[in-house]
């Protein structure tokens, strides 16, 4: 198993960056893609990015495309969502998570752990 606690969060002003990260224990880092996830307060949890084992694959969902970074620390059990040019609309609890094997699907469910969150608000 790994456990994993995200940090990073907070209010920003629209236009502003911040990164998250996503520290994980247990079970070697190195074994699990990873993602993020967002869910804005009334919606479903959505997909934001994910990255493979090593780093060198990502994929993001189409809204946060050339403004959010994912990226992975191997050494440090760490991973990261550095995110520049803030929306109001990206305002959500962002969570990451582990999958065992590289996910085919942006489905939640192709993940194993999650963490348990951590609010970016954008305010306008």
């Known amino acids: 198993q790994v456990q994993l606690v995200e940090t990073g969060g907070g209010l920003v002003q629209a236009g502003g960056s911040l990164r998250l990260s996503c520290a994980a224990s247990?079970?070697?880092?190195?074994?699990?893609?990873m993602g993020w996830f967002r869910q804005a307060p009334g919606k479903e949890r959505k997909f934001v990015a994910d990255?493979?084992?090593?780093?060198?694959?990502?994929y993001y969902t189409d809204s946060v495309k050339g403004r959010f970074t994912i990226s992975r620390d191997n050494d440090k059990n760490t991973l990261y969502l550095q995110m520049n040019s803030l929306k109001p609309e990206d305002t959500a609890v962002y969570y990451c998570?582990?999958?065992?094997?590289?996910?085919?699907?942006?489905?939640?469910?192709?993940?194993?752990?999650w963490g348990q969150g951590t609010q970016v608000t954008v305010s306008s």
């Open positions: 998570a582990a999958a065992t094997t590289y996910p085919t699907t942006t489905s939640e469910k192709a993940y194993d752990y």
């Open positions: 247990g079970r070697s880092f190195s074994d699990y893609a």
């Open positions: 990255i493979s084992w090593s780093g060198g694959r990502t």
